[in-house]
């Protein structure tokens, strides 16, 4: 038998239940969004270095990290964007990805990302950080997502925000093993 006082507990006991899950569920769907973007930048790391590693410009690294760091970019802010359905939505990134890469179509009529500021982006704006560097013998990529805001719904000025660690890669310096001349790799500094 229910005492006079219990009649509504029920319902207010489900919603605290309901609300504590929810809190877990989204929590845990931002640490997959930040582990997600950990991942690409990885990826986006190991795409630089295997650029600076075949002797491409600075550029053309800048270039292959973005397009690989595509997916954790944040909003895509290109005038043509791809159509709703899926299928073309995929092929036609691709092939704006390889018109990027090919002719350098960035800004506003070509590929264009929230995270793709230049080097003039204020402290607190998100971007994506790219850094190469050539060693003797080994090459370094680096990508880091700056400034990704922790609820992306919100207004990004009020919205804190979290630098994704993103990663380093280093490899062997294949242009500097193969793009030597016969001279050079012998020692002699003449013909």
């Known amino acids: 038998m229910r005492k006079h006082g219990e009649r509504g507990a029920t319902i207010v006991e489900t919603m605290m239940a309901i609300a504590v899950l929810m809190f877990i569920f989204f929590g845990m769907y931002r640490i997959f969004d930040f582990t997600v973007a950990n991942m690409i930048c990885e990826y986006s790391s190991f795409y630089a270095?295997?650029?600076?590693?075949?002797?491409?410009?600075?550029?053309?690294?800048?270039?292959?990290?973005?397009?690989?760091?595509?997916?954790?970019?944040?909003?895509?802010?290109?005038?043509?964007?791809?159509?709703?359905?899926?299928?073309?939505?995929?092929?036609?990134?691709?092939?704006?990805a390889k018109d990027y890469m090919?002719?350098?179509?960035?800004?506003?009529?070509?590929?264009?990302?929230?995270y793709w500021g230049e080097q003039d982006v204020s402290p607190n704006q998100p971007h994506l950080s790219i850094y190469g560097e050539t060693g003797s013998d080994k090459v370094t990529g680096v990508v880091r997502i700056l400034n990704k805001p922790l609820w992306p719904y919100e207004t990004r000025k009020k919205a804190p925000t979290v630098n994704v660690a993103g990663a380093t890669t280093q490899m062997i310096n294949y242009s500097d093993n193969y793009l030597v001349s016969d001279n050079d790799a012998q020692g002699n500094g003449s013909l």
């Not at 973005?66 to 299928?87: E, F, H, K, Q, Y």
């Not at 090919?102 to 929230?114: H, I, L, S, T």
């Open 102 to 114: 090919q002719f350098d179509r960035a800004g506003v009529y070509g590929v264009n990302f929230e």
């Open 49 to 96: 270095a295997k650029s600076w590693a075949l002797g491409y410009r600075p550029a053309t690294t800048r270039r292959a990290a973005r397009v690989a760091a595509m997916p954790a970019s944040g909003r895509d802010l290109s005038v043509i964007r791809p159509p709703n359905n899926l299928n073309s939505m995929q092929s036609d990134s691709a092939a704006r």
